[in-house]
């Protein structure tokens, strides 16, 4: 079972009218968009799918149009974000039904302030004691105080019912590479899917079983060709590729502040023309400065006229 979910796995976003409502046409048309570049697999209400801002009904429907348009052996994992367990156990068996082949658990916004190692374990038993698909947990940059999880955690959730790989965020290399190797001792086959869009070279070289990232929205057939180039150990092929990766990955995600990466996303995909408008269901509005470096990055890298 766990070998099935190896992979690379494109975080969508959600396309919304002006008013702010999803734009279900669009959003079918960026699904089928990134078929056509390569992608197979989706993490579908995740952090780029604005999971927090998003009420159930309607990441279920969001859920229902992706699962309507891939194939029967394309995979979805679903993001799975929420405060009380109630809504937890609500959320992670519509998800189930309504066709996700495995969930990925969010820390709760409120661990960054604080929270105890019992309450992150408890949380995902109560899910994994409900729910039959598999589950990945989420392991947070090491700058978002709370929500990054030590060893200790780690060595705690690694033994639980359905819990088969984490969503490696830590968006630092030796990081990644100390997890990396304390997950795999603990459970050889454990996956453990790379995933700072910052750091894919380093992941895939040491030995990512996988990916889930919105990167991959924009640069599908460079990161999937990278990653290949890095399996066929053509480092130096790859390593090119990831310049160019890095070019676009470090406005998008690195630049101040981290929490516009979606509002920049969106804005790319609006000047590709693939989507309408870059709103967000926030009032997030990003810099005219990030405009013009995104729109130049993005000149520069083909990616538009």
């Known amino acids: 079972m766990h070998n099935k979910f190896k992979g690379l796995y494109a975080a969508n976003i959600v396309p919304l009218n002006k008013d702010r409502s999803i734009n279900y046409t669009e959003l079918k048309n960026h699904i089928k968009d990134l078929l056509e570049q390569g992608i197979n697999n989706f993490l579908v209400n995740g952090h780029a799918g604005e999971n927090f801002t998003l009420a159930l009904e309607e ?10 348009i891939i ?4 995979l979805i994992i679903s993001g799975l974000n929420f405060e009380s367990v109630t809504d937890g156990l609500k959320y992670s068996k519509l998800f189930q039904k309504n066709g996700a082949d495995a969930l990925l658990i969010f820390p709760p916004n409120s661990w960054s302030l604080s929270r105890d190692e019992q309450t992150i374990v408890n949380q995902h038993q109560i899910i994994a004691n409900h729910i039959k698909i598999p589950l990945f947990f989420y392991q947070s940059s090491i700058y978002s105080h709370g929500l990054n999880y030590s060893n200790k955690i780690h060595s705690k959730l690694i033994k639980k019912k359905n819990i088969i790989g984490v969503k490696e965020g830590s968006w630092n ?21 790379a995933s700072g869009d910052e750091h894919l070279y380093d992941g895939f070289k040491y030995g990512s079983d996988g990916s889930m990232v919105s990167l991959a929205i924009l640069m599908p057939k460079q990161i999937n060709q990278m990653i290949k180039l890095i399996h066929n150990k053509k480092f130096k092929e790859a390593k090119k590729l990831d310049l160019q990766i890095l070019s676009l990955a470090k406005i998008i995600y690195g630049n101040h502040p981290g929490s516009h990466a979606t509002a920049r996303l969106k804005y790319c995909l609006k ?34 006229d």
């Open 59 to 68: 990441q279920v429907k969001i859920l229902q149009t992706i699962r309507g």
């Open 71 to 74: 194939k029967k052996n394309n």
């Open 173 to 193: 290399s030796k990081s990644y590479i100390k997890n990396f190797n304390f997950l795999k001792k603990q459970k050889k086959n454990f996956l453990v899917m």
């Open 271 to 304: 000047l590709q023309k693939k989507i309408s408008h870059d709103l967000t269901r926030s009032i997030i509005k990003i810099s005219d400065y990030d405009k013009k470096i995104l729109k130049k990055t993005l000149k520069k890298l083909k990616l538009i």
